[in-house]
């Protein structure tokens, strides 16, 4: 019975053949080999497709741009500086599988952060399937890391620099901005911006999906930061010099103002502002206008203050000495009136000075002829760039190739018309007045050494000359400018605007000047344009403006009082 329930069975039944095993051994060892060739064909011995189809996914170059110089004052405060932000991209993709796109309240958080309306916001990243769109250029990082969490992988951030200016408007016309390609244009910026520029880094790097450095491969371009500048002004004197000149401007109802104050022994600008100006840090406002820097640009007739450089001509080729008498009553040149606003029939030099006579002036003039007059005025810088290197910067007017002068013009240049001149010139002229007849080139730049100096005029006449600049501040008129324990030396200049239809009642309101007389330091000039207030007398308009910053250049340099009290 149990033999008929469990048959025997044969253990034959259930052995392969030796065939059978070496077949299926042998194609495991064909399989294994085939894997193993494959896998060295294309590992070993020629990956480069393989390769290259996987960077063409994850491989990457990115650049990296280091900061913009710094731009500094004589004492290293920042005037201008490159900060990190964020610019800000996304992935309308990504942002509508995270929901993000879809959800009104976020996409109003987003818009806020971004200063963007939400419309405007939602409609740029409305098509699901783009992959990239722009949002901003610049973020602030604290705002950058809110937005990030906010958006998620949808929001992309990239290193960025916004340059930023922290005095504003004080140096603005001076130092200048940047445009959205990231050069400088205006003022310093872009007159030094090839030095101040930084060169880019490019890097080859493998990305992750959310454009994610995994691992930097090579430097491919190495690039460097941008140029430190350190500038000769002083920003103590930029400040005290930019207040004092809007409110001059601002009380007198006038166009504009420039002002320059230069330092007589190495030729720097202390001082260089101009009002109107703009707020670098603020574009939504922007006036181009406004950002001018009118102290190099801008030319203007210098009337009575080129009086002084006339008479050092006129001494020099013996029409005038210090002890002649000139007639100074009023008389006709080509049938127009040349007379004297202080009235006196005779004068020497040192009364011309002192009383702004235009008639002596004019007497002088004619008996020297144009053509030494302005070989004088050129030795003094007039009529050429100066070596500032401030982008801009007008050579001025000097008219030395005129075909024909009349008598009435050469006249009038002896009192500083005919020819126009910058605010910058005219400082760099009385610097050199201020020391000794020796023009020493200016420079925007901090300068361990000066320039080499060139004598423009005999040094004797230059003493004697800026003793008679003194009398015009303590008798004269130049009064206002005076400054309590110091000796100072000036000229005013009150010099009508040619319109279209020959000159009109606007005017040029001028002091120049320099102190402390004993010892000059600081040269200054201050030229106020079309003042419309009850003053337009340079001495009134522009004497003021000289006193308190001047006063103000000597307290910080703590420079010796030289006058007895």
Do not use: C
Not at 123 to 128: C, G, L, N, Q, R
């Amino acid at each position: 019975m149990s033999e008929f329930l469990s048959p025997k069975v044969n253990d034959e039944d259930f052995r392969l053949g030796r065939f059978r095993v070496v077949a299926v051994w042998l194609g495991i060892a064909v399989l294994a080999a085939f894997l193993v060739g494959r896998l060295l064909w294309i590992q070993v011995l020629h990956p480069e497709r393989l390769i290259a189809a996987s960077d063409a996914r994850v491989v990457r170059n990115y650049y990296y741009e280091p900061p913009r110089g710094l731009i500094t004052d004589r004492q290293g405060r920042i005037l201008a500086i490159s900060v990190p932000v964020k610019s800000v991209d996304a992935d309308p993709k990504l942002l509508h599988e995270s929901g993000v796109a879809t959800d009104p309240k976020r996409i109003a958080r987003l818009a806020s952060i971004l200063e963007q309306d939400p419309q405007d916001l939602e409609e740029k990243i409305s098509d699901p399937g783009k992959r990239f769109v722009h949002l901003k250029r610049y973020l602030e990082l604290k705002d950058a890391k809110t937005l990030k969490s906010l958006g998620g992988d949808g929001i992309i951030l990239h290193d960025s620099y916004r340059r930023f200016y922290p005095t504003g408007t004080v140096n603005s016309t001076l130092v200048g901005i940047l445009n959205g390609e990231g050069e400088g244009v205006y003022g310093v910026e872009q007159s030094f911006n090839s030095y101040l520029s930084s060169t880019e880094t490019k890097q080859k790097a493998r990305k992750d999906r959310y454009d994610r450095v995994v691992e930097n491969l090579e430097v491919l371009q190495q690039g460097n930061a941008g140029g430190n500048l350190m500038l000769s002004v002083d920003d103590r004197l930029q400040s005290a010099a930019f207040q004092s000149l809007r409110e001059a401007v601002l009380e007198n109802k006038a166009q504009s103002g420039t002002l320059v104050m230069i330092d007589v022994l190495s030729g720097e600008i202390l001082a260089m502002v101009s009002y109107p100006a703009f707020d670098p840090n603020e574009r939504s406002h922007f006036d181009s206008d406004h950002a001018q820097n009118r102290a190099v640009s801008d030319i203007f007739e210098p009337g009575s203050t080129l009086k002084p450089i006339v008479s050092l001509s006129a001494l020099e080729n013996r029409v005038a000495t210090w002890n002649k008498v000139f007639d100074t009553r009023p008389f006709s040149v080509d049938g127009k009136m040349v007379r004297d606003s202080h009235f006196m029939e005779t004068g020497t030099l040192k009364d011309i000075i002192k009383y702004s006579s235009n008639t002596a002036m004019a007497h002088m003039a004619m008996k020297l002829g144009p053509h030494k007059v302005l070989e004088m005025l050129r030795r003094f810088g007039f009529g050429e760039r100066s070596q500032s290197g401030l982008v801009g910067e007008s050579p001025g007017r000097l008219n030395e190739q005129r075909p024909f002068w009349a008598d009435i013009d050469v006249a009038t240049l002896g009192f500083g018309y005919g020819v126009a001149v910058t605010t910058l010139q005219l400082a760099q002229a009385y610097a050199t007045l201020a020391n000794g007849g020796r023009r020493v080139p200016v420079s925007a730049l901090k300068v361990s050494k000066p320039g080499e100096a060139l004598q423009a005029a005999d040094a004797k006449d230059v003493r004697r000359m800026q003793q008679a600049l003194e009398t015009v501040v303590t008798e004269g008129t130049g009064t206002q400018a005076a400054i309590g324990r110091y000796r100072v030396a000036g000229k005013t200049g009150t010099a009508k605007i040619a319109g279209r239809g020959g000159y009109d009642n606007r005017y040029i309101s001028t002091f120049a000047g320099f102190a402390p007389l004993s010892q000059p330091r600081f040269a200054l000039v201050v030229a106020i344009k079309d003042p419309r207030g009850e003053k337009y007398y340079g001495g009134a308009v522009s004497g003021p403006v000289f006193r308190d910053v001047m006063s103000r250049a000597l307290q910080l340099y703590n420079v010796a009082p030289d006058k007895k009290m």
